[in-house]
Structures are given as structure tokens and as C-alpha cells.
């Protein structure tokens, strides 16, 4: 059975979990992150780290950036990205504008360019989800375990750099 989850292999080279492979364990934070405002802090990261260990899943254009932003999540902290986040969409909002605004991370190291990581120490597969919950153990954890694949992710792509 080939396609059964169990068996499965995600694109980032982990082993799937009891619920599939990472985009099923993404879709089902970005699901619960919905209703959850304090789990919806992590959201930029989440994100960040899914895009940058799937990087097929997301847009090339904007990986750059995502990977200067998880620097900067990793380097300054949640409260910092957020401060940067909420200036951002003041911005857009005035301008009309979409994309990401580079100047707080214009001084972080760009995207290496060439082949994608076939490994990372820690993966959204790996995460725990008891009784259909992320944050069944609190939020704080929650987010030490985000912050670990941060790590992993940015780990993994660092070597990569000329
Ligand atoms: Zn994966």
C-alpha cells in the first residue's frame, strides 16, 4: 500500500505521522490556529518553515524572504516578528500593496540558490497532536517546538550557501 499515509514519505524526507505528511499536519494547524489567537502568534513562522522544507509548495519569489524572515524570528524572537508583522500590514493596508516589505531583514542572509535540503532534524510531521490538538501541552510549548523546526529548517538550508 504504497499510498497509505503510514508508509508514506513527505517531499522533505521524513517519514509520515499518524496523520499524513506535513501538508496534512500544516492544514490542520492552520485549521486550528484559526480559532486560537494565541496559537495564531506562530502563524509567520509556521509558515516560513512548511514553505522552506516544501519549497515546490510555495511561490520561488517570495522564498527569499521567507527565509530572511525565519532568520529573523530565530535571531530577534516571536515578539519581535510580530512588531514587524504588524508595521507590515499597516503598510500594505496604506498602500495597497502585497509582498513583503525586505528592510527589517535586508541585513539576513539571502536564500542559497541550487539544490533544496533533503533532511531536517525536525519536521511538522514529528509535532504532536493529542485529541486533534497542537497546544494540548500549552501554547509555550507549542512554540518551543516551532521553534525547533525553525532551527532545523534554517540548519538545513545554511550549508547549502556558497
Ligand atoms: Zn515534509
Redesign the pocket.
Known sequence: MPDSPFLGQ?????T?GPLG???D?YHAILAEEQADPEMYRWHGPVVCA?LL??PSRGHEKYLDSQFRYLQFYVDKGLDALLRVAAHQVARNNHRARSGYDMTPVATYAPLPLGETPRH?RA???ELPCSDGSFVSDGHLAYGRRIETIAEATLEAWRPLQA
Not at 513527505?10 to 521524513?14: A, E, I, L, S
Open positions: 513527505c517531499d522533505c524526507g521524513t509520515a505528511v506535513c501538508a499536519y512548511y522544507q516544501h531536517f519536521t511538522f510531521c
